[in-house]
């Protein structure tokens, strides 16, 4: 034999067993989910048409006893009144494993566990009412470890996803068709939510909740969060993408936010909140709130295309105060108001401790800007804007009892009526206090602004 012909034949032989034996599917997935057990060898049936919550719980409780993850095949598995173990782990293939809920009670609970990790399942609570002791199809209490990554939730007569007390991770996942919230987190723990999809819900997309005022620290970040409403009506609970309320040190940074009936990100009674880089498209009232009893808010980087309003900053009478608002678009308002009453078509409203610098306002139907209500106005400072097409550029408080206030450096074009006015609450009382010889007020800077009329 040749040289040659002796080393084909010892290639083909160590090639020959890898190509004799086909690479499957079904063993490609066993590989990625070793240490796993396989639903289908508990006596669980991929697509049956009977109700398997008993081997669903069996099976679960088996896998969660060994610390092993329960992988369920494709397939439809009929389910109500499952209680997840302290350390439950459920996974499946993404799009194609699907948990109905049957109408019975609950879909998932889990209470005071260690960790739960849910990956790559369809939870779908069609519309089913659910006991009124649970929020969610899928409920979690005091579980500082969560992962819920990869799912999709439809149709649940209340939330989506509600966890309370809870930290960890909810990323990636896919919610619709909510009759409450989205994705419900009360009191939390350190949580994340980012890159989730939030879509077509009855009353808010993501809401971050505390019973009374506290350390929270959620991070809110790079979700897309879309058609919301207000089915309960009011003025400002429901119909918000993103709703920071009691809860402290919380980031919603950028985030694609865009056909709510009400504000995009609405933060209320929120300290040290961060409202950064978000994109906001057609919001029904106010596109970003920092409201009520707050104490230190930066918003920053946002876009604001079709809104009733802009951005407000406000409640000074209720302790809401210091903040620095920068490097915002807000364009083409609207002031068409989502109830009667109210002050709508205003791109920035401010009260308190406030720096408001870098700000690009076009097209707004009442004032670029209403900086102070009444008597509560405070140590505010108007650098550096650029204002058009608008009424009036800056109304400004010059009520009896006001507090220092500079607006110094603004552009402002194209206000018909006039750049900076003097007001006491609605009403107009000074001339334009840009032109020669305006009346001047203790306290009240105003300079070295250039219109362009």
Not at 264 to 291: F, K, P, T
Request: proline letters at 4%.
């Amino acid at each position: 034999m040749h040289r040659r012909q002796f080393l084909t034949l010892l290639s083909g032989a160590a090639l020959a067993p890898a190509l004799a034996v086909p690479i499957r599917a079904a063993e490609i997935v066993t590989a990625q989910l070793r240490g796993s057990i396989n639903g289908a060898e508990l006596g669980l049936r991929p697509g049956a048409i009977d109700d398997q919550s008993r081997a669903f719980q069996d099976a679960l409780d088996l896998a969660a006893a060994d610390d092993r993850t329960l992988f369920l095949p494709p397939g439809t598995y009929l389910i109500s009144n499952i209680n997840l173990p302290r350390r439950a782990r459920i996974t499946g293939i993404a799009g194609a494993t699907r948990l109905v809920y049957t109408g019975a009670g609950h879909l998932l609970v889990g209470e005071d566990a260690d960790l739960v990790q849910l990956t790559d399942l369809v939870f779908d609570g069609v519309n089913r009412p659910l006991a009124e002791y649970v929020p969610g199809i899928v409920h979690l209490t005091d579980v500082p470890n969560v992962r819920v990554e990869g799912c999709q939730f439809l149709g649940s007569s209340g939330s989506a996803l509600a966890v309370n007390r809870c930290g960890g991770r909810i990323t990636g996942n896919d919610i619709s068709g909510a009759a409450e919230a989205g994705i419900r987190a009360i009191e939390s723990t350190g949580l994340s939510v980012t890159d989730n999809i939030v879509k077509d819900c009855a009353n808010n997309g993501i809401l971050i909740y505390r019973w009374t005022e506290g350390e929270d620290g959620s991070l809110v970040i790079g979700n897309r969060v879309e058609r919301i409403r207000a089915d309960c009506g009011g003025t400002g609970p429901f119909g918000n993408g993103i709703n920071v309320f009691r809860a402290t040190n919380v980031t919603v940074a950028q985030n694609r936010i865009a056909d709510c009936a009400f504000s995009a990100v609405r933060a209320n009674n929120a300290d040290n909140v961060q409202i950064i880089g978000n994109n906001c498209s057609r919001l029904g009232e106010m596109a970003l709130y920092s409201e009520f009893s707050f104490e230190g808010a930066v918003i920053a980087n946002n876009i604001i295309d079709v809104a009733a309003s802009g951005i407000s900053v406000v409640n000074l009478d209720e302790g809401g105060r210091l903040a620095t608002v920068s490097g915002n678009i807000i364009r083409d308002l609207t002031g068409q108001a989502p109830y009667p009453g109210g002050t709508f078509g205003v791109g920035l409203s401010v009260e308190a401790d406030a720096a408001v610098t870098g700000n690009v306002i076009d097209g707004a139907p009442v004032a670029g800007m209403w900086i102070g209500w009444g008597p509560f106005l405070r140590n505010v400072a108007v650098t550096g804007n650029v204002i058009r097409d608008t009424p009036v550029g800056i109304n400004i408080s010059v009520v009896e009892g006001v507090g220092a206030a500079l607006v110094t450096d603004n552009l402002i074009e194209g206000a018909s009526d006039g750049a900076i006015f003097g007001t006491r609450w609605y009403e107009r009382v000074t001339s334009d206090l840009t032109l020669a010889g305006a009346p001047s007020f203790s306290g009240l800077t105003v300079a070295d602004n250039h219109v362009a009329r």
